[in-house]
């Protein structure tokens, strides 16, 4: 029979939900720590490991650069401290002088910005607060009145504290022993940049503030996220939104999606869409319409394999570089290299690339938080001040000129042979933030597509198909890995594939030949490597040997 081409190896990107003799031939099984994009299969991004490790391991981090320049970059360690990392001073403790005795929680924490003022929150405390350029620091508790109604109340927490249209908004609200989880507060508005915490005195009657309680809304509010000049608030399973109207009533509250979020911080905004880690889907809105983005896709590979009793710890980002939402969660999956351990931080991310409109996996090294963080070298990569190898670094010295670099950066516990550490998680060939990378994080890619039943060329179900070479078109970096090809067979869709030997793809043979026959056929690509590769296409010689 006839060479069959196949092309266009980047277009469908992984299909977990059907079955794999139904999939086209340009879809795969599984894949993960590759990116597919351009209609080309991709190395996906790398870790590359900052030299200062942080002090105590990071539970969520926060960065910005101040109005004079100055890139300043947080974290809140799991024992609740509050602390300032800098490549150049070093790391500094910049929580409340009253908090005197750190402690750990499980609860999620949530930070945002107003006016100039940076708010973090874990809901067991009273909120803290610091103007964005008041370098070197500590920052305060917010204002509180034991009696009256100005400030904040010292017995009053909240779940989640955000900022939208010029007031912050706290949801999910305890007041002493009464607990009120639908309960919605906002502060008065803040008008003057570096303005102190507003007031939250709804009994005013020159005060904005308010509170209001979303009594039909089934269970309680675990996320609020906003998006354009509303704010989305999110329960278990449905999705309420809140918009300002002014007058009396200041806000209103419409009950907007059927379907809800899995935990604190696992909404993420990019291009005017709300992307969401539900409780039973992974799905996207506008503020008006919804679509799932897992179902018939990969919903059912996540869903069965997370660890649900972990959810405080998942969290979803974006790394716009690469045209990525990442969905950290943690997972028992047969394909995770580093084994799901309670309470060490994520193993798993689904990344869903909105340009290719693509799903794959990648291996996390039990990450914990993540944010675009604001990294100042101090100074540009010079040949005389690296430090890394080029095989280590990568890239051109042209791209290493910037001072300050901001990157995704994922904080992580220390687990096994995973150091505690921040790192970055880019392109190989960017190579933006001079970091050497990490050959313990990074782990290998890998492609598999079983399944193979050859309709493509009107291949009988009964025949058996001989596989005796393969035409790969694609390129490997000069110092890459070359990359492994291996198929195997099996006779019923039910059974495990015998996998035969794997054969090499490098810089010298266009040719791989292999001599396997089965009803269906099934291939894996494996890079032991972290380097740039791409695969976009491959021509199969296969034999119909009869019918059995």
């Known amino acids: 029979m006839p060479m069959l081409p196949l092309r266009d190896l980047g277009k469908v990107g992984v299909v977990t939900d059907v079955d794999p003799y139904d999939l086209p031939a340009s879809a795969f099984s599984f894949a993960k720590n590759v990116r597919f994009e351009d209609n080309k299969i991709q190395r996906g991004a790398v870790f590359r490991k900052i030299a200062q490790a942080p002090t105590i391991t990071p539970k969520h981090m926060f960065s910005y650069v101040t109005q004079t320049g100055v890139p300043q970059v947080f974290y809140v360690a799991n024992n609740g401290t509050l602390r300032e990392f800098s490549l150049q001073s070093g790391e500094n403790n910049r929580s409340p002088a009253s908090y005197t005795t750190p402690s750990t929680n499980n609860l999620p924490v949530t930070s945002c910005i107003l006016n100039n003022v940076v708010y973090v929150n874990r809901p067991d405390r009273l909120p803290w607060y610091r103007g964005k350029d008041l370098n070197g620091v500590a920052f305060s508790t917010l204002p509180v009145l034991d009696s009256g109604t100005s400030q904040w109340r010292t017995d009053w927490r909240c779940r989640v504290l955000r900022s939208m249209s010029g007031v912050l908004i706290a949801a999910n609200i305890t007041k002493g022993a009464n607990l009120y989880p639908n309960m919605v507060k906002w502060s008065n508005f803040s008008t003057e940049p570096n303005m102190v915490p507003p007031d939250w005195d709804f009994a005013s009657t020159v005060s904005n503030a308010g509170e209001n309680t979303l009594a039909e809304m089934q269970g309680a509010i675990i996320d609020a996220f906003p998006l354009r000049n509303r704010m989305y608030l999110y329960g278990d399973a449905e999705t309420w939104m809140m918009e300002f109207i002014g007058g009396n009533d200041m806000f209103r509250f ?52 997370m660890r649900r009793e972990e959810a405080h710890q998942f969290f979803v980002t974006v790394n716009r570089r690469l045209n990525e939402i990442i969905f950290c969660y943690v997972s028992d999956d047969q394909f995770v290299r580093f084994p799901a351990v309670a309470g060490k931080g994520c193993n798993r991310a689904a990344i869903y690339n909105y340009a290719s409109e693509t799903f794959y996996f990648a291996d996390m090294p039990y990450v914990t938080c993540a944010a675009q963080a604001a990294l100042s070298l101090g100074a540009s990569v010079t040949y005389a001040t690296a430090t890394g190898s080029y095989s280590n670094v990568g890239g051109s010295f042209s791209q290493l000129d910037l001072v300050v670099r901001t990157n995704l950066t994922f904080g992580s516990f220390e687990e096994g042979t995973i150091t505690r550490s921040f790192r970055t998680f880019e392109d190989f060939r960017e190579v933006e933030s001079g970091f050497d990378l990490d050959t313990i994080a990074n782990t290998g890619a890998y492609i598999e597509r079983t399944g193979i039943d050859l309709d493509e060329v009107g291949a009988e179900l009964r025949g058996y198909k001989l596989i005796s070479s393969i035409y790969p078109q694609g390129r490997i970096d000069d110092e890459g890995a070359p990359l492994e090809f291996t198929f195997g067979t099996s006779d019923h869709p039910s059974q495990t594939v015998t996998w035969g030997d794997s054969q090499t793809f490098d810089r010298t043979f266009y040719k791989l030949d292999f001599n396997i026959a089965g009803r ?28 059995f």
């Open 520 to 547: 269906y056929l099934a291939m894996k690509m494996e890079q032991s490597d972290f380097r740039p590769f791409t695969l976009s296409a491959m021509d199969l010689d296969v034999t119909l040997l009869g019918l």
């Open 254 to 305: 419409d009950r907007t999606f059927d379907r809800g979020v899995l935990g604190v911080n696992c909404v993420a905004e990019e291009g005017g869409l709300h992307y969401v880690f539900g409780n039973n889907d992974i799905w996207v809105h506008d503020g008006t319409g919804d679509r799932r983005l897992g179902t018939s896709k990969v919903r059912r590979f996540i869903y069965d394999s």
